[in-house]
């Protein structure tokens, strides 16, 4: 097999097949008899596109929400997904719902809003790039058309056999409008499911043919149609095919042909006229996006002499070429604009009919820590970056992120990290998920202000080419690239600002001092055979203590009254008061009682309570043998050595570090010892 061959044998032919298929018009109306869903507008098709990759339900804060998986990107390895925003994303659905059953918001622009790096231009993006794959689909396909002439019939098309629908319409649109009702009746053309009701007229082009096969034919419509050949339609952004993207450029250059399209100069010595439409090129973003979407770049950047087409194609389905009669569309129309643009909408008065024909969704940054998290693991993980990313790198980042964006807690007895961890799902004593509500509802800009993603992952990206990434990227590296990059940050507006986000980066760093004490203390005290004696050692103490019995000394053999400082010594690790004990203690025993009536034996490791209490307990025993503070000092006796080794070896096992991460973590922590911070 040949080089070309290989390449050729990757071909699928009856994809290629399908994709090209021709026929008549009457093949065309089998096609819409057995499927009426081929007819679709822009909008339905655009709301079945995204509800084809399926919905999850879940429950947050007691409120139902759906999660649509479209927007996880599954088909490009979630190369673009879209994380945390389910909220705001219902909302957009809810707008193309509406929009697909024609309730109203066809006929808005709909308007993403939101601060930069918020993801605006991500959701336009995969909602084009959706509709395209879509209709390569079966359930996806769409149908347009061309004409086909011969003999003296070529001139209508300037000399040639085939002449191309310019804007891709509908076929049904040639079924003229005072006929098209009673047609689709007797054809029996829609279901119960789904009611075709093709809407518009042909563009100005194909009409003008159109009557002057009627005029050739004195009338008779089925010797027209019989030049029509419908074929699929494959929409595309490249190839300028029912994608249309507009970005406003200096203003002096702006052109309203670039959105409807201009006259062909050339074409006119064929023509004789410059206001014959088939001397008119269709090739504006308005005409181009016929059928699918088109996304305005920055929308309220528009000259105001767009305004006037923008307001015709969004409220009419209308659009106004030079010198020929307004021309129907059928897209969706989406724009984004950042939080600045949209103030200055607001107080343009110029600007009043746009405001009215706009429906705003509000995008705003990621509240949730664990979200902003994935953003980061998706371009920052050891098989993208080649690197090893240490634990908790991109927590630290996220946390800080998701802080700048938080608006302080009215409660005075919440701080804004509890507030973070709360709407994180984490729980708090003394409060419930009504009490995240009210924290959510009693914000007026939360999300809409703070860092963005971006300039996160741009400072991530300073790290790991940075002399200190030392072959891995670690928090420290991280923290310090975030915090002096704050020094040049361009759109950080007041000095009291920077300074705000300063003091969140020390919250940051003591949230990750606690966070890695708290490993090093778990990998020390991880040995499940002292563990689990101490626990024996304690529940003989509590059921002696609370049957009021002695307990035997396993060394000298001896009665003895039960152990008060062992035990105390264990429950002072998780805040069990003086008071609490006799009452924490009788739990213990009942819990133990209940599990032996069921046939089964009391497991330490079932009570995290219990768990995490003896954890820190064999840590206060075991860290002085260990001598963890003398890394310090470079001086390590061989015994030490092998017990620091058996903790970085656990720290590498069980919380994901390697010999280079878990050796700094280690030396991190020995500097807090040494500085005598022995805070559990």
Known sequence: MGLVSEIASLQDYDDYKSLNWEGSFDDYLELVRDDPKITRNAYQRVYDMVLSFGTEEYIDNKKKLIRYNFFSDPKHGSKDAVFGLDIPLMRLMDVLKSAAKGYGTEKRVILLHGPVGSAKSTIARMLKRGMEEYSRTKEGALYTYYWKLSGDLTELAGGSEVFACPMHDEPLRLIPIEWREEAIRRLRLGNDEFRVNPVGEVNPACRLIFKELMKHYKGDFEKVISHIRVKRLVLSEQDRVGIGTFQPKDEKNQDSTELTGDINYRKIAVFGSDSDPRAFNFDGEFNVANRGIIEFVEILKLDVAFLYDLLGATQEHKIKPKKF????????????????????????????????????????????????????????????????????????????????????????????????????????????????????????????????????????????????????????????????????????????????????????????????????????????????????????????????????????????????????????????????????????????????????????????????????????????????????????????????????????????????????????????????????
């Open 325 to 680: 009669a307004q021309t129907d569309i059928d897209e969706v129309i989406i724009g984004h604009t950042n939080e600045a643009e949209y103030k200055r909408l607001l107080n343009n008065e110029f600007m009043e009919a746009l405001r009215d024909r706009t429906v705003k969704v509000d995008i705003p940054y990621i509240t949730k820590v664990s979200q902003e998290v994935k953003i980061y693991a998706k371009d920052y993980n050891q098989q993208r970056v080649g690197r090893h990313v240490a634990p908790h790198t991109l927590y630290v980042a996220a946390l800080w992120a998701v802080l700048t964006r938080l608006e302080q807690p009215k409660k005075q007895n919440l701080s804004l990290l509890q507030k973070a961890k709360l709407y994180d799902g984490k729980t708090l004593p003394g409060f419930t998920q009504d009490n995240i509500k009210e924290l959510r509802k009693e914000t007026l800009r939360e999300g809409l202000d703070g860092i963005s993603p971006r300039y996160v992952q741009d400072k991530i990206s300073n790290a790991l080419v940075s002399d200190k990434a030392n072959g891995a990227i670690n928090p420290f590296v991280v923290i310090n690239a975030l915090e002096s990059g704050l020094k040049s940050h361009s759109l950080i507006s007041s000095d009291d600002q920077r300074q705000h986000y300063i003091e969140l980066m020390s919250v940051v760093k003591q949230e990750y001092e606690d966070i890695v004490k708290n490993e090093v203390q778990r990998a020390i005290s991880a040995d499940e055979d002292a563990i689990s004696k101490l626990c024996a050692n304690y529940i003989d103490n509590v059921k002696a203590y609370t049957q009021k019995e002695k307990v035997k000394n396993p060394y000298t053999g001896q009665d003895e009254e039960p152990d008060e400082r062992l035990m105390r010594s264990i429950e002072e690790k998780i805040d069990i008061p003086e008071s609490r004990k006799d009452d924490f203690r009788r739990e213990i025993m009942n819990y133990i009682g209940a599990l032996a009536v069921e046939g089964r034996t009391f497991d330490y490791r079932t009570n995290e309570r219990l768990h995490k209490a003896l954890e820190a307990k064999l840590f206060e025993d075991q860290k002085d043998s260990i001598k963890l503070s003398s890394l310090v000092s470079n001086v390590i006796d061989k015994q030490t050595q092998e017990k620091i080794d058996i903790v970085k070896e656990r720290l590498i096992r069980n919380f994901g570090y390697d010999e280079v991460s878990a050796t700094d973590v280690l030396n991190y922590v020995a500097s807090i010892f040494a500085r005598g911070d022995i805070k559990d």
